[in-house]
C-alpha cells in the first residue's frame, strides 16, 4: 500500500509518497549515511522511486515518471519524540496526542512528472479515493486534482492572456535593473475576475498544509503562502493546458529536458519581436532569448496593453448591473389596447466582492457619505474612479451604458422590451465574461424564460387489433398542438401574441419569451392540420422529453389517450401498474415491495422495455429477479434467460435458484470443463437459466450470441459502466426479448455511467454517446444545468427502480434483523489446495486412533476452513492477497456496495490471521482506514477503537474483529451489516457477535452475511445444522467437539469437495 | 557634392529594407480606425504636403519606422530611409499651460462620460468640443502648433519621414489617448488625478493588487507575506472542505477571446500575422482542451506513449 502525495514546484509536479514499511534496502542505506552527517533522517515511511514508480502504473492509461526525475527533498513534518506523524492510521497508528508536535525536515524520494503526466495523474484523480486498490491519493494530491480541475475551468471560460515574464520574476516586481540583462519567457496566465478571485481565495484557504511542506534545503520550514504556491501551480496548468491544445502532447515535446532548457534549435530567426512573442506562445518552449533592454521594454508594453484587466481584479466592489422589471401585463395591454408604463430599468450597483448580497446602488456611491461612505473607506477604495473606470469599459461592452454617462452621475438606464430581451440574451453574458456582476429577474433561466411556448403532440391510440397484443412497433399517427405552461393555445391568442411583435412580453403575470420564428412555426401547424406518425416506442421515447418539435419550439410532452396514455402515465410513475401475484411455482413468499419490484420488472417486460433494479443490498433483487424469470418462462415457450454475473456470486445464484425456483433448470457456463459451440447451443436451449461471468461474455461471445435468449440479464452491472470495455460490448450486442440490469450501487447519481447500462437496456434511447455527452454529460457536469439533469432523470427514471432499505414509507415490512447466507466460490487454487488437505487427511485418518484421530479431524477442520478463508492465511507465507480467495473477492464487492451508501459494517473471522489480511487488503482497496480488533489489543486501545467506531463520523467505516476478542461485551450499533467471514458452528456465539451490532440503540435493520463456500465442508456442516436444528443447538453447544465423533466414513463424506463451480 | 549630385543622389532614393519594423495596422485606405487617430492625421493631411504624405504612408506600412518615443510634447522616431545610419525625427507640439488644463478640466466634469471614457482607455467623442468650448484645441490647430524637424537631407517640412512618424503615432492614439494629452502636456496619471476630483488612492497599482506569486528570487520572498506550516498533525495533513458547485458553470464561451478583445490592438504591432485574429482561433482551440481538463477527461491513452 501506498499514500501518494504531491507538491508543486517550478512548473512541475514532485510526486512522493508515504508506505507502511520501510520499502527498500537502499533507503536504510540512505538511513545510515544521514545519521553521520546533518541533522535530517530519512522519513521512515517515505516510499522509494520503485514504490512511485509502480503505483503510478495503475492510472488510467499509465503515467511514466520521468526517466531521470528521482531527486531527493526535505518534506518538514509534525514531529513528536523523534518520530514523523504519518498522514493515515493507514501508515502507522497515530500517537495519543499531537500537542507537542513540531515541525521537523525528513528526507524524502520523489519523482518528478512532466506537465503532460502531472494533468493524466490529476485527472485519474477526480472523484476517486484511490487509483488502484493499495494506491491512496493523498489529501494533497486530491487537492491539486481539484486545482488542475479550476485552472481546467479557467481554460475553458477563456479566463487568461498572453504575457511575458521576466525569467524568475515576480509578478509583484516592477521594472527593475536586473530585468536589463536576463531571459524572458512568454506565459498564458490565468485571469481571476470577480466569482474566480473568491475561488482562488476558496481554493486556496482550503489547501492542505502538506501541499507547500517541501524544501531543497534543510534551513528553515517552508512559509510560502498558500496563495501563492496556489497561483503558480494554476498559472503553470493554464500555461500548459493552452500551449498543449496548440502543439498536441504527444510527442513528448513537454519533457522536462524540453520545457526547462533550451534543446530545440529555432526554426528561423524572427522580423519582430512579436512575431518572436506569437511563435513562443504556440510551442512548447516558452523561452525569449534576444536583446535584453528590447525585450524589457516589450515586456513594459505587454504589460501596459493588459493594465485595463489587470487593474480590475482584486478590488474589494465590482460593478454590478441589475435588470429591473416593469409591473405591467403585455397581453391586457394589447387587449385594451390602453398604454402603460413599459419602461425596464438597468441599476448600476457596487457589489462587494466578499459579500455578494452587500450591493451599494451607484447613484448612493457617487455622493457617498455616512454610512455607505464608512463601507468604502473601511476598505480603502475609492468609489468614483472605481465607477468612472469600470462604466468607461462597460461602454465600450454596450452602448446604452455609453448613451447613460452623459449625466455626472449616472445610476443607469431605462430600455424597453427589446431592449430587456437584447439585454438578457447577449448583453449579460458579455458583460459577465468580461468580470462585471450581472442580476438578472428570477424567471430568466439563462437559456429563456421559464415560461415558453412549447409544442405537445397529440396521440390517439389505435384499437387493438385482432387479439395480437400490442407493442411497441405499432406506427401510430398524432398532431402537434401550441401550449404556453399548461395551456394550449387558441389560433386568436397565437395571432394575438404574434401581432405584439415583442420578444419579451407579460402573460397572465409571467414574463414569456417570444421568439418570432417560433410563432410562426405554431402558425404553420395551425395551418396544416396534418398529422406525422412514428412508433409508439420512438413516442414513448418523445414523450420522456427527448422528442424535438419543429420550428425549433421547446417539446413539452405527448398528450395521449387510450392504452398509450395509460402506458405513458404507468412510465411516468403517475398511474399504477398491475401487481401480479408471484408464480405459482415460486418457493417462498415475496416481501409486499418484492411483489411491487417483480410486477415492475414484469411491467417492463412485457413492453419489451428494459429495467435496471437498483435496491440496495439486501432487499432481495435475486428472488425478485427469479420471479420473474420462472413466470417468463412459462408463457415464453421455454427459452432460456442469460445471466452474466462477477464469478464470485456464480454460486450464490445457483443455490439461490434452486431455493426460490426449484423446477427451473439452471446451467453453469464456467471453468474450463464448460461446453462450447453447438454442443452449448444443444445443453442451454433445455435451460431456464444459464449463469455465466462478465469475462467468459467476451470471451465465449461468438456462440453466446447464437442463442435466441428470452432475456440477458446482467448482475452487478455496473461492470459494464465503462462502454468502452470488450464485456460492455458484448453485453451490448446481444439480443433478446428482454434485458434488465441489476445493481446495488447508485448508479443514477453518476452521469458518465448512465449511458452504458442503459443502452443495453434501451438501445438508442439516450441517443449516441457522442450525443449523450454533448446533451447530457457535458451540461450536468460542467455547466449544472438543472434542466438537463431534470430530462435526464425523466428519461431514465421509468426504467430504474431503487429502493432504499432505509427508506421506510416504501419498505415497511422489513425485518429489523435480515440473515442471509452468501456462497461464495473457490479459486482454482483454492479448490487444488483443498483437495490436498483432503488426500492428506484420508490417509492420516486410516491409521489414527483416539486422541490422535480427533487431533487430525480438529487440525484438517482447521486447514480447510483456512484454504476456504484465503490460501495465504492457509500457506502462512504474507504472500499476495489479491486474486486468490472467492470469499475476499465477494466480501470487497459487498463491502464497496455498503460503504457506497454510507453503510459501516462488523466483519467477524475465528482467526486472527485473517483479520490480519482482511484488515491490509481492506484498508488498501478502499484506501480508509479498517479497525483490527484482536486478543492482543490492551483494554484501553480497544475502548478507543470502540468509540471511534461509534462515534466518529469520519472514523473507520469497516471493523474487523475475531470472533473471540469481540465477540461479546462491545457496543457496535453503529454498524448496520454483520459479515461473518468463516462459521462458528456454534449458533449462539454467531448469534452473541451479530448482537454488538443488533442491539439496544440500533435503528437501523441489520443484515447479516454468513460465507461459505459452495461445495465444501462448511456447507456441509451448514445444512447439518440447519438440518438438525434441535439437535444443533445441544450438539453444537460444545463447539466443534461434536465432527470428531463421526465415523470415518461420514468424515470423508464432510470434507470431500463436491464438484461445483470453481473460480477460475 | 554639387547641387545637381545631390539630387542625383535624392531622386531615386529607395529605403533600405527594414526587418522588425513598426507596421501599420492599416493595410489599405485610412489610417487609425478611433475618430481621434483620424481627425490626428487629418490635421497633417490639411497641410497639403502632396506626394510625400503618399511615401509616408508606404515608409508606416513597409515597417521603416524602427521605433517612436513619446514624451510630454514631442515624440521621438528613428526611420531608416536610404542612408545606413537612420534619420531621427522629432514632432513637437505646443504644451496647454497649467491655468488651460484646469479650465479644461473643469469642463471634462460636467459628464461622467469624459472621465469614465478616458479610463478606460478611450476618446469621447465630443471631446473636441469641450476644448473648442473652453476657447482650446486638442488638436494642433495650424502649423504653428506643430513643430517637426528630420535629420534627412530633405529640405522640405513635413518630409516623408514625419509623414510616417505621423501616421503611425495616429495608429498609437487607437489604442492610447492619453498619449495625446501626453503630447500637449499631461501624463496619464495627472489627468486622472484630476478628473472627477479623483484624489489618488496609494493602492492603484495594478502589480500591487496582485498576489507575488513567484519565489524563486529571494529578495522578493524576503518581503512576501509568510503563512507558517502548522505543527499538528491533524491540521497539516488536511485542508478545509470545499462546497460542491466551486467551479459554477463551466461552458465553452460563444464569442472566442472576448478578454484580449476588451484590450484591443497591441501598441505598434509589428508581427506578420494579426494578433486578434491569431487570438480567436487559439482561444477557441485553448477551450476545448480547457473543458476536458476540468471534466477529469484528459488522461494519457496507451496510444500516446
Known amino acids: 500500500m501506498i499514500v501518494l502525495h504531491a507538491f508543486h514546484t517550478d512548473g512541475q509536479l514532485l510526486l512522493w509518497g508515504e508506505a507502511p514499511t520501510p520499502s527498500s534496502p537502499d533507503s536504510s542505506t540512505w538511513r545510515r549515511q544521514k545519521r553521520r552527517g546533518n541533522a535530517a533522517a530519512f522519513f521512515p515511511y517515505g516510499a522509494d522511486a520503485i514504490a512511485l514508480s509502480a503505483a503510478l502504473v495503475h492510472t488510467a492509461g499509465g503515467v511514466v515518471a520521468h526517466a531521470d526525475g528521482q531527486e531527493t527533498r526535505f518534506v518538514w513534518l509534525p514531529t513528536v519524540a523523534g518520530q514523523p506523524l504519518a498522514s493515515s492510521p493507514l501508515i502507522a497508528e497515530p500517537p495519543e496526542s499531537d500537542a507537542h508536535a513540531t515541525l521537523a525536515p525528513w528526507r524524502v524520494t520523489t519523482l518528478w512528472l512532466a506537465p503532460p503526466e502531472a494533468v493524466s495523474l490529476l485527472c485519474s484523480c477526480v472523484n476517486s479515493e484511490t487509483l488502484a486498490p493499495g494506491v491512496i491519493i493523498g489529501k494533497d494530491l486530491a487537492f491539486w486534482a481539484m486545482a488542475m480541475r479550476f485552472a481546467g475551468a479557467l481554460v475553458a471560460r477563456q479566463q487568461f492572456l498572453p504575457t511575458v515574464r521576466h525569467a524568475g520574476e515576480s509578478r509583484a516586481g516592477s521594472l527593475t535593473k536586473r530585468e536589463k540583462h536576463g531571459r524572458y519567457r512568454t506565459c498564458w496566465e490565468p485571469v481571476f475576475l470577480g466569482t474566480d478571485a473568491t475561488r482562488l481565495a476558496q481554493l486556496a484557504k482550503a489547501m492542505p498544509p502538506v501541499c507547500r511542506a517541501l524544501t531543497r534545503e534543510v534551513i528553515a520550514p517552508p512559509a510560502t503562502p498558500a496563495l501563492t504556491v496556489l497561483t503558480m501551480f494554476l498559472n503553470a496548468t493554464v500555461d500548459y493546458l493552452v500551449r498543449s491544445s496548440l502543439v498536441g502532447n504527444a510527442t513528448g515535446v513537454f519533457s522536462r529536458a524540453s520545457t526547462k532548457r533550451q534543446v530545440r534549435t529555432r526554426p528561423q530567426s524572427f522580423a519582430s519581436i512579436h512575431d518572436h512573442w506569437l511563435y513562443t506562445l504556440r510551442a512548447a518552449e516558452e523561452e525569449m532569448v534576444g536583446d535584453a533592454s528590447s525585450l524589457a521594454q516589450f515586456a513594459e508594453q505587454v504589460r501596459e496593453w493588459q493594465r485595463p484587466i489587470t487593474a480590475s481584479t482584486a478590488t474589494p466592489f465590482r460593478l454590478c448591473f441589475r435588470l429591473e422589471e416593469p409591473v405591467a401585463d403585455d397581453m391586457e395591454i394589447a387587449r385594451s389596447g390602453r398604454s402603460a408604463n413599459t419602461a425596464w430599468y438597468v441599476r448600476y450597483l457596487l457589489q ?121 412497433d405499432q406506427i401510430v399517427r398524432f398532431n402537434w398542438e401550441v401550449a404556453l405552461g399548461d395551456e394550449t393555445l387558441s389560433l386568436p391568442e397565437l395571432q394575438t401574441l404574434a401581432r405584439l411583435k415583442a420578444p419579451l412580453v407579460k402573460v397572465r403575470g409571467q414574463w414569456v419569451q417570444l421568439n418570432a420564428e417560433e410563432i410562426q412555426a405554431a402558425l404553420d401547424f395551425w395551418k396544416r392540420k396534418t398529422a406525422d406518425e412514428m412508433t409508439v416506442r420512438a413516442m414513448v421515447r418523445m414523450a420522456l422529453g427527448a422528442g424535438t418539435a419543429p420550428g425549433g419550439m421547446p417539446f413539452a410532452g405527448v398528450t395521449a389517450t387510450g392504452w398509450i396514455a395509460d402506458l405513458l402515465a404507468q412510465l411516468d410513475g403517475q398511474a399504477a401498474f398491475e401487481e401480479l401475484p408471484q408464480p405459482a411455482a415460486f418457493q417462498g413468499t415475496l416481501r409486499p415491495y418484492q411483489v411491487r419490484g417483480y410486477s415492475w420488472l414484469a411491467f417492463l417486460r412485457h413492453w419489451g422495455l428494459g429495467a435496471c433494479l437498483a435496491d440496495d443490498m439486501g ?202 447466507k452468501v456462497y461464495c466460490t473457490l479459486t482454482k487454487e483454492q479448490a487444488s489446495l483443498y483437495a490436498a488437505v483432503v488426500e492428506e487427511a484420508t490417509a492420516a485418518l486410516e491409521s489414527a486412533e483416539g486422541i490422535q484421530r480427533k487431533g487430525v479431524i480438529l487440525a484438517t477442520l482447521s486447514k480447510l476452513k483456512q484454504v476456504c478463508n484465503h490460501p495465504a492465511q492457509f500457506l502462512g507465507d504474507n504472500s499476495a492477497i489479491s486474486g486468490r480467495s472467492g470469499k475476499l473477492a465477494r466480501l470487497t464487492e459487498m463491502l464497496e456496495e455498503a460503504l457506497s451508501t454510507g453503510d459501516r459494517a462488523l466483519v467477524f473471522s475465528q482467526f486472527a490471521e485473517m483479520g490480519e489480511i482482511l484488515k491490509r487488503h481492506l484498508q488498501g482497496t478502499f484506501g480508509r482506514e479498517v479497525m483490527f480488533l484482536h486478543g492482543a489489543v490492551p483494554k484501553k486501545q480497544r475502548d478507543r477503537l470502540v468509540e471511534r467506531f461509534q462515534t466518529d463520523e469520519d472514523g473507520p467505516r469497516i471493523f474487523v474483529l475475531s470472533l473471540k476478542a469481540g465477540g461479546t461485551g462491545l457496543n457496535l450499533t453503529a454498524a448496520n451489516h454483520v459479515f461473518h467471514f468463516d462459521r462458528w458452528w456454534n449458533p449462539a456465539v454467531e448469534n452473541q457477535a451479530t448482537d454488538r451490532a443488533f442491539r439496544i440503540g440500533q435503528h437501523k435493520n441489520v443484515q447479516v452475511h454468513k460465507f461459505l463456500c459452495v461445495g465444501t465442508l462448511e456447507e456441509k456442516i451448514d445444512e447439518m445444522i440447519a438440518r438438525k436444528q434441535e439437535v444443533a443447538a445441544k450438539v453444537v453447544g460444545t463447539g466443534e467437539g461434536w465432527l470428531t465423533e463421526l465415523s470415518t466414513e461420514e468424515l470423508k463424506e464432510l470434507f470431500a469437495l463436491r464438484q461445483e463451480v470453481v473460480g477460475e | 557634392m554639387s547641387r545637381w549630385g545631390y539630387y542625383d543622389y535624392f531622386e531615386p532614393s529607395r529605403p ?194 496582485r498576489q507575488d506569486a513567484g519565489s524563486a528570487s529571494s529578495s522578493l520572498v524576503a518581503a512576501a507575506p509568510t503563512e507558517p506550516l502548522p505543527a499538528e498533525a491533524s491540521r497539516f495533513w488536511r485542508g478545509a472542505d470545499l462546497p460542491d458547485d466551486l467551479f459554477g458553470e463551466v461552458q465553452i464561451p460563444p464569442v472566442s477571446a472576448a478578454l484580449p478583445r476588451r484590450l484591443g490592438n497591441f501598441p505598434f504591432w509589428r508581427g506578420a500575422e494579426r494578433l486578434p485574429e491569431v487570438l480567436e482561433s487559439l482561444y477557441r482551440q485553448a477551450s476545448q482542451r480547457g473543458l476536458e481538463a476540468f471534466l477529469g477527461e484528459l488522461r494519457k491513452k496507451d496510444s500516446d506513449r
Open chain 1, 352 to 472: 462587494a466582492a466578499d459579500d455578494p448580497s452587500l450591493l451599494v446602488p451607484a447613484a448612493d456611491a457617487w455622493t457617498a457619505n455616512g454610512r455607505t461612505a464608512a463601507i468604502f473607506t473601511k476598505k480603502g477604495f475609492n468609489p468614483r474612479e472605481y465607477l468612472l473606470t469600470s462604466l468607461g469599459q462597460a461602454a465600450g461592452i454596450s452602448p446604452r451604458v455609453e448613451d447613460s454617462l452623459r449625466k455626472s452621475t449616472p445610476s443607469g438606464y431605462t430600455l424597453d422590451a427589446s431592449g430587456a430581451h437584447e439585454f438578457l440574451t447577449e448583453q449579460a453574458w458579455l458583460l459577465e465574461q468580461a468580470g462585471f456582476g450581472v442580476l438578472l429577474p428570477a424567471w430568466w433561466t439563462g437559456k429563456g424564460t421559464k415560461l415558453r411556448l412549447t409544442a405537445r403532440a397529440t396521440v390517439r391510440s389505435p384499437k387493438m387489433q385482432g387479439g395480437s397484443g400490442l407493442s411497441l
Open chain 1, 619 to 820: 432487499l432481495g433483487k435475486t428472488p425478485q429477479t427469479l420471479a420473474l424469470i420462472q413466470r417468463d418462462w412459462q408463457t415464453n415457450d421455454k427459452r432460456p434467460v442469460l445471466l452474466i454475473c462477477p464469478t464470485s456470486v456464480v454460486g450464490n445464484w445457483q443455490k439461490e435458484a434452486a431455493r426460490f425456483t426449484p423446477d427451473l433448470p439452471v446451467m453453469v457456463h464456467h471453468g474450463l470443463t464448460r461446453t462450447k459451440g453447438a454442443a452449448f447451443k444443444r445443453e442451454a436451449s433445455k435451460q431456464a437459466i444459464v449463469l455465466s461471468s462478465y469475462a467468459l461474455l467476451h470471451r465465449d461471445f461468438e456462440f453466446l450470441t447464437d442463442i435466441p435468449w428470452a432475456g440477458v440479464i446482467l448482475d452487478e452491472a455496473q461492470n459494464i459502466k465503462n462502454p468502452e470495455t470488450k464485456q460492455a460490448r458484448a453485453a451490448r450486442s446481444l439480443t433478446a426479448d428482454y434485458h434488465i440490469a441489476l445493481t446495488g450501487t447508485p448508479v443514477e447519481n453518476n452521469v458518465g455511467d448512465l449511458w452504458s447500462i442503459l443502452e443495453f437496456l434501451n438501445p438508442s434511447f439516450l441517443g449516441t454517446q457522442a450525443e449523450f455527452k454533448r446533451t447530457f454529460f457535458v451540461p450536468i457536469q460542467a455547466n449544472h444545468d438543472p434542466e438537463a439533469t431534470e430530462r435526464l432523470k425523466r428519461l431514465t427514471g421509468p426504467f430504474i427502480l431503487r429502493r432504499l432499505k432505509t427508506d421506510k414509507t416504501i419498505i415497511s415490512d422489513l425485518p429489523e434483523k435480515m440473515e442471509m
Open chain 2, 16 to 209: 533600405r529594407a527594414v526587418q522588425g519594423g513598426i507596421k501599420a495596422q492599416s493595410k489599405r485606405g485610412t489610417f487609425g480606425e478611433s475618430w481621434w487617430a483620424k481627425r490626428w492625421i487629418a490635421v497633417l493631411e490639411s497641410f497639403h504636403i502632396g506626394s510625400r504624405l503618399e511615401r509616408g504612408r508606404s515608409y508606416a506600412r513597409r515597417g521603416q519606422v524602427l521605433s517612436i518615443n513619446i514624451d510630454k510634447g514631442t515624440a521621438k522616431a528613428k526611420v531608416q530611409g536610404s542612408r545606413p545610419t537612420p534619420y531621427a525625427v522629432t514632432i513637437t507640439i505646443k504644451a496647454l499651460t497649467t491655468a488651460d488644463w484646469k479650465k479644461l478640466i473643469q469642463a471634462l466634469s460636467s459628464q461622467a462620460l469624459f472621465a469614465a471614457k478616458l479610463l478606460a482607455g478611450e476618446m469621447p467623442q465630443d471631446i473636441e468640443q469641450v476644448f473648442t468650448a473652453v476657447g482650446l484645441s486638442l488638436f494642433p490647430a495650424a502649423l504653428q502648433e506643430l513643430d517637426t524637424e528630420c535629420s534627412c537631407p530633405d529640405w522640405s517640412n513635413p518630409c516623408k519621414h514625419i509623414a510616417a512618424v505621423y501616421y503611425l503615432l495616429g495608429e498609437e492614439f487607437d489604442r492610447d489617448p492619453f498619449l495625446l494629452f501626453l503630447l500637449r502636456g499631461r501624463s496619464r496619471d495627472e489627468l486622472v488625478k484630476h478628473l472627477g476630483g479623483i484624489s489618488p488612492s496609494p493602492q492603484r497599482d495594478d502589480t500591487a493588487a
